[in-house]
């Protein structure tokens, strides 16, 4: 068989039809439809009749219209840099070879350019090129600059990594280099005493740069007095050397003071009154993440799973602390088809493993510990076995007697302090999730539905020898349960419910929270 040669344009009505379809095109006020939203991005093509409907057939059914970019012309971009837009488009449409492919590159276009949050519409223009060159295509790509360089946000999320429910402000200042930069200053402060000032930047890869760029330098101030006798302050420096599609890499440095302001009266519990000083973090951290979930405020079908490697200790320092974390997420949701019902579950896992001299004889470091609690919903939660309903700030997990004080009661019996929550270094947790839709239109059309859940946790010692008399049954006792059910108010923001929990299982120290909760969980 005798292969088919590839069909060019050229000497056919074909091309005269596409030129004409565009002239028109752009003389027909009647496209405009009144009301139209300004983020809108398009792909100018036919739609006018049937001349155009049957030229769009006949070119969809030869596979081979082969046609070459002649040009690509880029409109609108009054404050961004020319050469940052022609990085992200022109190496996509000199791969077109087909008409086909060109349409299926005018839409990469169009998605690539708006996930640059620089522009509040992109369209993408096909026209016919010059007389002589029958087979030539002109892209014309304008572009309408965002209005406002300037945005802000005012919310109530929980931060798993700091460990906090906070009220959070933030303002974002974008391309204020015609550059694709953006920066931005956040103040947030928690409702247990802690407080967060950070500053960012960042730079897109088309900048000619072989990944994306972005730095963070934040100061926190956490008083954990409410619930244990440390204090901690973090100054703290973050940088992105590495993101590429799933994989991301950065470098992460903080200098850390931890005290115990009841230090004069020996409160703090053993543990702590070891670590007590200033110490040096310097970490490299590797993230593999796939998200293939439908909806960041309620999946219901779909797939995440994220895996995070950490190694703490490569600055040159005696003071530096050694560790190696490593934490993983998985996610899955099924839809059921009856009433907007779907079934989430998900399991979490983490683990620390100090490394050096003496290794895991050693103890690792209280901050970078894992902390289970703050009422916060593990559905959206893609940071480690952090997120946990029902029980409130570092309430889950071992525990410690802070130091008999040396003074006596009215009684004359001595008095002993509180338990101190020391945290762990092996972390598990689990749910499931089964949402549905209320029975009240006027709720579905805004999103809010119903939810009942159940979940388990674990957490564990495992530096300071205490692997030794880890076993099987001890791991399976640890576990503490809970269940409920609830409603959940989807925004733009965030994520906020309002739950009634019910503790199945606890250990004695716990610090638990039964009855009605309010959460929220910022989107992934």
């Not at 543990?271 to 999946?299: C, E, M, N, V, W």
């Amino acid at each position: 068989m005798v292969a088919q040669p590839e069909t060019p344009i050229s000497h056919t009505e074909d091309l005269e039809e596409l030129d004409d379809y565009f002239d028109d095109y752009e003389d027909d006020d009647d496209l405009e439809e009144e009301g139209r939203e300004d983020s809108e991005s398009s792909i100018q093509m036919p739609t006018d009749g049937a001349k155009i409907e049957s030229l769009v057939r006949r070119l969809a059914a030869e596979e081979r219209v082969v046609v070459r970019v002649n040009d690509v012309i880029i409109k609108g971009n009054t404050r961004t840099y020319y050469f940052l837009i022609a990085a992200e488009v022109e190496p996509i449409f000199r791969e077109a070879t087909t008409f086909l492919e060109l349409l299926r590159a005018a839409t990469a276009v169009n998605a690539r350019l708006r996930r640059l949050g620089l522009f509040d519409s992109v369209t993408v223009t096909l026209d016919a090129g010059p007389p002589g060159l029958p087979t030539a295509v002109n892209v014309v790509v304008e572009v309408s600059e965002a209005r406002n360089q300037l945005t802000g946000d005012l919310g109530v999320y929980f931060e798993p990594e700091a460990r906090y429910n906070s009220v959070q402000g933030s303002l974002k200042l974008k391309n204020l280099f015609g550059l694709g930069d953006l920066w931005d200053g956040s103040v947030a402060y928690g409702l247990d005493q802690v407080s967060e000032v950070s500053i960012g930047f960042s730079l897109p890869k088309c900048t000619g740069l072989a990944a994306p760029l972005s730095a963070r330098i934040s100061l926190l101030s956490l008083d954990g007095l409410k619930f244990s006798s440390r204090r901690q302050q973090v100054l703290g420096l973050s940088l992105c050397l590495l993101s590429i599609g799933n994989h991301d890499v950065s470098y992460n440095l903080s200098w850390r003071s931890l005290d115990d302001p009841s230090e004069d009266s020996q409160m703090s519990y053993e543990t702590l009154s070891r670590k007590l000083g200033h110490s040096l973090f310097s970490a490299l951290k590797y993230a593999f993440k796939i998200d293939q979930r439908d909806s960041a405020t309620r999946p219901t079908r779909g797939h995440a799973f994220v895996s995070t490697s950490q190694i703490g200790g490569l600055f040159p320092d005696i003071r530096s602390l050694s560790l190696i974390r490593q934490e993983f997420d998985l996610r899955y949701a099924i839809p059921l088809g009856i009433y907007g019902a779907a079934f989430n579950f998900g399991v979490s896992g983490g683990m620390i493993f100090p490394w050096g001299n003496a290794s895991l004889n050693a103890s690792s470091y209280l901050p970078e510990r894992f902390y289970l609690g703050y009422n916060s919903s593990p559905v959206l939660s893609l940071r480690g076995p952090t997120a946990v309903l029902g029980f409130k700030g570092t309430g889950l997990g071992p525990a410690e007697h802070r130091r008999v004080v040396s003074n006596y009661s009215s009684d004359g019996e001595s008095k002993i302090s509180e338990k101190d929550h020391i945290s762990g270094d092996l972390a598990v947790t689990a749910f499931a999730d089964f949402s549905f839709n209320l029975p009240f239109r006027v709720l579905q059309e805004v999103g809010i539905h119903g939810h009942i859940f159940a979940c388990t946790g674990s957490l564990n010692r495992f530096s300071e020898n205490a692997y030794k008399g880890f076993s099987f049954q001890k791991f399976r006792d640890s576990f503490r349960s809970w269940a409920g059910f609830g409603i959940i108010i989807p925004t733009k923001l965030f994520r906020m419910e309002v739950n009634y929990c019910h503790i199945l299982k606890q250990h004695e120290h716990d610090r638990s929270k039964m009855g009605l909760q309010i959460s929220f969980s910022r989107l992934q």
